[in-house]
């Protein structure tokens, strides 16, 4: 299945009542497999851009998606083996990205969050996942927030390195990457990371969290890291687009 090279404008102002975003969006996909996305711009939805749900093999190349009133991005409901490359979100009300419930071997390359609710959003059972070479940059809350999720269900196997992520956490937030209970087995690695203040920390490690790894980084006009004490060498970790193995589609049919 491809979709390519379309402009749609969502009219926000002339819809009384928003699309939910885990059951629509402007793109809206369910129990699908090998989707591309490319080429594609959404504006001025009352919802979310793009939502796909029990999804595997979704790849998104050079697409933007601005100004909705839910996310810009919002794989979830178990999809698995997801790529986005060189694609954008900004002014969304919500998140520019945002992983909901166990969206796992996921790579986000190369794209830009500006100016959103939130940058990107980690949440529940959302494992094994890759943000790389992304920019993530003014947004009202953290410029990543890996959400609280109790034990067995937090947020874990996840890598961001090489990313720039400045300014955020303007209206609301404590860090520009805040890390809440009980995640483990994050890696932040080789990154630019730029506070609004010198005393905002860079990276925030709440309480219960564990096996967190900061190296590599530059921090700018912040506290480099607040928190539970990161540790010095980044755990091995397989995560990202091609890293799921059968077992992991098993709860997709």
Do not use: K, W
Request: hydrophobic letters at 30%; a negative charge; proline letters at 4%.
């Amino acid at each position: 299945m491809s979709v390519a090279d379309l402009v749609l404008d969502g009219r926000r102002e002339d819809q009384e009542v928003g699309m939910g975003s885990c059951r629509g969006g402007a793109l809206f996909f369910y129990q699908s497999r090998d989707i591309d996305i490319s080429g594609v711009q959404v504006e001025n939805y009352h919802g979310d851009g793009l939502s796909h749900q029990m999804c595997r093999y979704v790849r998104v190349a050079d697409a933007q998606f601005n100004r909705c009133s839910g996310n810009g991005m919002h794989p979830g409901a178990g999809s698995t083996n997801c790529r986005y490359q060189r694609c954008s979100a900004s002014h969304n009300d919500n998140c520019g990205y945002f992983f909901c419930v166990r969206a796992n071997h996921i790579t986000v390359e190369d794209c830009r969050f500006d100016r959103n609710g939130t940058g990107i959003s980690i949440g529940t059972r959302d494992c094994h996942n890759l943000i790389t070479g992304c920019s993530v940059r003014e947004n009202r809350g953290p410029g990543i927030l890996v959400r609280r999720s109790p034990s067995p269900v937090e947020v874990h196997s996840c890598v961001i390195r090489d990313c720039e992520i400045a300014g955020n956490a303007r209206d609301r937030g404590e860090a520009q990457i805040a890390i809440e209970a009980a995640a483990h087995d994050i890696v932040i690695q080789d990154s630019t990371i730029t506070g609004t203040s010198e005393h905002m920390p860079g990276i925030h490690i709440g309480r219960d969290v564990r096996d967190v790894a900061a190296v590599g980084n530059r921090y700018v006009n912040c506290v480099p890291v607040v928190g539970t004490e990161p540790m010095s060498r980044p755990p091995e970790i397989v995560c990202g687009y091609g890293s799921a193995v059968d077992a992991d589609f098993r709860h997709l049919g």
